[in-house]
């Protein structure tokens, strides 16, 4: 009940937030802005896992894992008007991936301790990029993807090898000019949006009403950060006119907190989704549903 209180407290923050916002007054839209393409995106889906077409028509757009998929299962998505994304990991090397025994030692910066088998990946050699695209990048393009959802693009945040940063701008100004017919959403990527809202399309934040913590626990956020970073959010939003995108992880079966966040989610304007942890459940009953969110 108390995790609930503070869910909803949220909701009048937002309210106040939406109609009186100093805070935003203070940050100017910038000369550039993020590229046109998903603004029409109202609701959408991340899965990791093969789920059949026609469980993914409630959504505008799919975000998805391209080897799980035929490419005559991404054109029934496109003939029926949904924008399909897939997944590429830009950051690390995937131990199960077909390519991991071609990545050198000296590309490795670090395992990745929350993720078992994921090696953290220097985007500064070209040898990553020529790996990415022959294995990854062109078999999308072949198979009728609109777009990409770059993944571990925080690599590069200050929290973790931010050496890399200017590599990793390199590496998605790259992306832009040798697939400029795909769209390019960044995961968690907050923190370099001045060096790239030209080069990009959309923004996808995660975790900002629950986190999980490495014993697989699911825990709210506590209130001051969830209002720092949906202050984040709605600047880069306002800012660059950026279409931006929630995703958070909650257990099965959903507790009713689950179904509150998406209502707040609501209030923001935010498109949400919630998954569990390994992305591989839709939760209809939440994502699917209509969501009332009008003031009581």
């Not at 910038?30 to 991340?46: M, N, Y």
């Not at 959504?59 to 005559?72: G, K, Q, S, T, W």
């Not at 975790?207 to 697989?216: H, R, S």
């Amino acid at each position: 009940m108390a995790m609930r209180k503070s869910i909803l407290v949220l909701t009048g923050i937002v309210l106040i937030l939406s109609g009186c916002s100093p805070w935003l007054a203070d940050h100017r839209p910038d000369t550039r802005k993020a590229l046109p393409g998903l603004e029409h995106v109202q609701s959408f889906a991340v899965v990791y896992q093969h789920i059949e077409p026609d469980q993914l028509m409630p959504f505008d757009m799919v975000i998805l894992e391209a080897e799980h998929y035929r490419a005559e299962e991404i054109e029934q998505l496109r003939r029926a008007g949904k924008t399909v994304i897939g997944y590429v990991n830009v950051g690390e090397i995937e131990a199960y991936r077909v390519f991991a025994n071609q990545v050198p030692e000296r590309w490795k910066l670090a395992d990745n301790q929350h993720w078992p088998g994921h090696t953290f990946i220097n985007p500064g050699w070209k040898g990553w990029r020529i790996l990415l695209r022959d294995y990854v990048l062109d078999r999308m393009r072949e198979k009728g993807f609109h777009g990409l959802f770059l993944d571990s693009v925080d690599l590069a945040a200050p929290w973790r090898f931010p050496k890399t940063r200017a590599d990793m701008v390199k590496l998605i100004r790259w992306l832009h000019r040798e697939y400029p017919e795909m769209m390019l959403i960044l995961n968690n990527g907050l923190f370099i949006l001045n060096d790239l809202v030209d080069s990009i399309h959309g923004l996808l934040i995660e975790e900002l009403f629950f986190t999980i913590d490495q014993e697989g626990r699911y825990t709210v956020r506590p209130t001051s950060n969830r209002i720092t970073l949906l202050k984040d959010i709605l600047r880069a939003k306002t800012r660059w006119n950026l279409p931006v995108f929630l995703v958070d992880y909650c257990p099965a079966p959903p507790p009713q907190i689950c179904h509150d966040i998406k209502r707040v989610s609501g209030l923001l304007g935010l498109p949400h989704f919630v998954t569990d942890y390994y992305l591989t459940q839709l939760y209809p009953e939440i994502n699917v549903a209509p969501v009332e969110v009008q003031q009581e």
